[in-house]
Every structure is written in structure tokens, then in C-alpha cells.
């Protein structure tokens, strides 16, 4: 029987699948978002009655048990309830100095090789050495050590808070009922299909496989061969990203043909593939889930934003704080969320150590800083 405890079964084992597609299971998940004891409160209040339990896990059940028994109308309440309790959070926030505060950050660099792991990264190079010397260390403060963590916590500021800039604008839209309270895997219902919103670029690993499908060279190749040709120099014991920026500003400096055709070579190759990807976002969509972080892994339903500068790929960073062109481009995609079709969002995928394939509802928004590639 499809109970209280098999949800919450499938729940804690992450087996989210089935959510989706029973009314039930969405009663349950719209509950676990305003189980916090301030919330379940307010909802006893909103429903003009009182639940006598010793634990807020009773409440939970509780309500669950008593909902339940017609769901048509329990949804309707939830969804009035939670409507009013997202819209008291949203109006709490005050969008345009936020956005004025993202746009302070000038520069989007994490200042060391720790790929967002701080506490490994400082770990590794300063703590567990080889011949440890205080002195080296506090020598290390001000020109590495100091520079790595402000990166991180710059950083870490900035996504977060562009984060709740850009799940302001889907929360605010009348086709999407937020979670008020936080539930793993969940950000807010689409259509009543629960989804995680993942903010994202085009990979840069995305990229690479879709030039080697198309027989195109790669590109640090490439660029060091035009290099060559066009008499610039760099540093060629570097390391391949700063190799690839070193000749590319060079080139960018030096702006006669040659290097206006190699740059816009490279550029062309990046909208080709863009466009192949918009043209087929699940191919975009199933890669992602098959090539996500092991220990993050996840198989729940997900709205992938993606997030392209044609003009410079690397500067898409710029673009969670861009107002003007992530409000217009996600309430266009909300309002005709209703003619999408179940089947055209199914991703079945796999993930390598893992013992079967998975199924999920997912799709691709694309923000594209280009008129003449955007959707």
C-alpha cells in the first residue's frame, strides 16, 4: 500500500521517479516543504484546525493521513497556502539592489586548482608538505593563501546570491508553486512535476567531445599552430589554460586577419555546437546527468539553465546577474510549459558503478547572450 511510509521510503532512498507521476506522492512532497514547525502552524491555522502530536515528524503523518482522504481539495489548500507563504519570502527581497550588489564582482576566479574545495586545496599545498616551516607558511598569507580563500568566498557569495536572484524569477511566475521550506532534490513544481533547478554553462568537456565528433582539431592545438604562423610567443611550460588565454588575449591584442580568423574560427566552431545542443537540448540534458560529480550524484527531475556568452564563453558567468535577459527568456519557456508532453522530457541515462539505468523528467533553458543564436 502506497502509505506514508512508502513515500518516505522512497524518498530517503532518493528513488524519486514515481513522485512525478502519482498524486499521492505529490501531496507528500508538497508537505515535506512546510513541515518546519513555524509552517505546519500556519497551515493548521490557514486550515482551521488542530493536530495534538508530541514529534514534528507526527505532524507530518498527521497531516498526510488526514489530506490524503481527498487529494483533489488538499491540493488546492496546499497549493493557496504555499502560494501566500512564497509570495510573504519573495516580497522580503529587494531584486534590484541585489542585482546591483552581483554586479560588483569584477572578476569570477577561484584562485587555486581545488575545482571549489577549499579545505583540500589548502590542505594538500600548505599543511600536509614535505618539509613543513612555519615561517614558509605565514610567508604564503598574503601572496596565495589569503588571494585563494577571498576568490573562494567571492565566489561562493556570488553564486548563491545569483542563485536566489534567478529562483526568485521562477517563484514568482504563476505556473510554478515554490517550495517554501527546503526539500532535498526539490526547488518547486512545474505543472505539478517537482523539479531541481541546476544553474550551468555549456561544459567545457561538453564542448570538447561535441569538436571531436565534428572532426574539428582541438583547440589548444589549433591555437598553438596559428600561433606559430602568426610569430606570436608564449609560454609554452605553462599550463594549457593559461596557454589558451595567453595566445588568445595576444591574438586579441594583435587583431590583423590571421588572428581575427583564428579567434572567430574558434567562436564559430562553439555557436555550431550551440545550436546542435538547442536544437536537441536532451542530448545536452542526458550528458549532464552521466557526467555529474559522483559524490552529488542525483537522479531526480531537473531544469538545466544554461547560461551562453557567444561573444566570449568564459565571461557566462555575467550572465546569472543579467536581469534583462534571464526574466524575459525563463517566463517565456514558463508560459508555454503547459504544451510540453511528459514523453518529450523522459532522459533515461546511466551513471557509471551504478547497477541500472534511471529514468527522469528534464529540459534545457537556454539564456543566450547572441540575437543571432538565441531562441
Known amino acids: 500500500m502506497k502509505d506514508f511510509n512508502y513515500w518516505d521510503n522512497l524518498h530517503r532512498n532518493e ?3 514515481e513522485f512525478s507521476s502519482d498524486r499521492t506522492g505529490l501531496l507528500w512532497l508538497k508537505l515535506k516543504s512546510i513541515i518546519r514547525v513555524e509552517l505546519v502552524k500556519g497551515f493548521l491555522d490557514f486550515l482551521g484546525l488542530e493536530i495534538n502530536t508530541q514529534k514534528q515528524s507526527d505532524n507530518f503523518r498527521a497531516l498526510f493521513e488526514l489530506l490524503s482522504k481527498d487529494l483533489n481539495n488538499a491540493h488546492l489548500l496546499l497549493d493557496k497556502f504555499i502560494k501566500q507563504e512564497s509570495d510573504k519570502q519573495i516580497q522580503n527581497i529587494d531584486i534590484q539592489q541585489l542585482v546591483s550588489e552581483l554586479y560588483k564582482l569584477k572578476n569570477f576566479e577561484w584562485g587555486g586548482d581545488y575545482q571549489n574545495s ?3 586545496y589548502l590542505v594538500s599545498r600548505y599543511v600536509k608538505v614535505q618539509n613543513p616551516s612555519f615561517d614558509y607558511l605565514m ?7 589569503n588571494p585563494a580563500v577571498q576568490g573562494y568566498v567571492l565566489n561562493s557569495w556570488y553564486n548563491y546570491w545569483s542563485s536566489v536572484l534567478i529562483e526568485n524569477i521562477f517563484k514568482s511566475h504563476k505556473a510554478v508553486l515554490p517550495t517554501v521550506g527546503q ?8 505543472g505539478d512535476i517537482p523539479f531541481d533547478l541546476k544553474v550551468t554553462y555549456l561544459p567545457a568537456e561538453y564542448l570538447k567531445l561535441k569538436h571531436k565528433e565534428k572532426g574539428y582539431p582541438v583547440e589548444l592545438t589549433f591555437l598553438k599552430q596559428k600561433a ?15 596557454i589558451f588565454y595567453e595566445i588568445t588575449e595576444k591574438m586579441k591584442d594583435r587583431n590583423d586577419d590571421v588572428c581575427r580568423q583564428t579567434l572567430q574560427t574558434l567562436k564559430n566552431g562553439k555557436v555550431e555546437i550551440l545550436r546542435d545542443t538547442q536544437a536537441n537540448p536532451k542530448m545536452l540534458a542526458k550528458w549532464l546527468y552521466e557526467n555529474q560529480g559522483e559524490m552529488r550524484f542525483g537522479s531526480e527531475n531537473r531544469l538545466f539553465l544554461v547560461l551562453v556568452d557567444t561573444d566570449d564563453f568564459n565571461n557566462s558567468w555575467k550572465l546569472k546577474r543579467n536581469i534583462d535577459l534571464l526574466k524575459p527568456t525563463i517566463v517565456s519557456y514558463l508560459d508555454n510549459f503547459k ?7 523522459q532522459v533515461d541515462f546511466e551513471f557509471k558503478g551504478k547497477p541500472h539505468g534511471f529514468t527522469a523528467l528534464a529540459d534545457v533553458i537556454f539564456v543566450v547572450k547572441c540575437k543571432q543564436v538565441d531562441e
Not at 139 to 145: C, G, L, N, P
Not at 183 to 190: E, R
Not at 228 to 242: G, L, Q, R, S, T
Not at 339 to 345: A, C, F
Open 118 to 120: 577549499l579545505d583540500k
Open 139 to 145: 610567508s604564503k598569507f598574503e601572496t596565495e593563501i
Open 228 to 242: 606559430k604562423e602568426a610569430n606570436i610567443d608564449f609560454d609554452k611550460k605553462a599550463k594549457p589554460a593559461d
Open 339 to 345: 504544451n510540453k508532453r511528459l514523453q518529450d522530457l
Open 183 to 190: 526539500i532535498k532534490n526539490v526547488d518547486f513544481f512545474v
Open 15 to 17: 528513488n524519486l521517479e
